[in-house]
């Protein structure tokens, strides 16, 4: 069982930025996508970011120019830079890693991020 373990979450000012990391139990050679994944207060989860096994990034339009996604194959760590964070981007926001196969994708148990106004 791949576990996937958040971190870097809190309160932060509009305007103000956090980096959240994501460990995985798993060589990231094992998945073929990771990813950020958000769910805001009353919605639904949502896509942020994700990268391929190619280092191919897909980004929301709600963050494209403000987050950067990354990984660290050495450290085992994916991580999500946030700059010019706003209200809007409070969420919970989980990681997530879909192996090769038909394995069902994993995810973490979230992280919440809180933006004040």
């Known amino acids: 069982q791949v576990q996937l373990v958040e971190s870097g979450g809190g309160l932060v000012q509009a305007g103000g930025s956090l980096r959240l990391s994501c460990a995985a139990s798993?060589?990231?050679?094992?998945?073929?996508?990771m990813g950020w994944y958000r769910q805001p207060p009353g919605k639904q989860r949502e896509m942020v970011a994700t990268?391929?096994?190619?280092?191919?990034?897909d980004y929301a339009d709600s963050v494209k120019g403000r987050f950067t996604i990354s990984t660290d194959d050495a450290k085992g760590a994916m991580y999500l830079q946030m700059n010019t964070l706003k209200p809007e981007d409070t969420a919970v926001y989980y990681c997530?890693?879909?192996?090769?196969?038909?394995?069902?994708?994993?995810w973490g148990k979230g992280a919440l991020v809180t933006v004040s106004s």
């Open positions: 798993e060589t990231f050679a094992r998945f073929y996508r």
């Open positions: 990268i391929d096994n190619l280092d191919n990034t």
């Open positions: 997530s890693a879909e192996p090769y196969g038909l394995e069902p994708t994993y």
